[in-house]
């Protein structure tokens, strides 16, 4: 089973980026729930 990085790579630049916000998102709300 590939890595969540080698799916990543296999998308477009575009898709990419939309995997990056919504990674950011989860940490962001993740964090805002801990503290």
């Given at each position: 089973?590939?890595?969540?990085?080698?799916?990543?790579?296999?998308?477009?630049?575009e898709?990419?980026?939309e995997?990056q916000?919504?990674?950011?998102?989860?940490l962001?709300?993740?964090?805002?729930?801990?503290?």
């Open positions: 089973m590939p890595t969540l990085k080698e799916l990543i790579d296999q998308l477009p630049p898709l990419q980026q995997v916000d919504f990674a950011q998102f989860l962001e709300k993740r964090m805002k729930k801990a503290g």
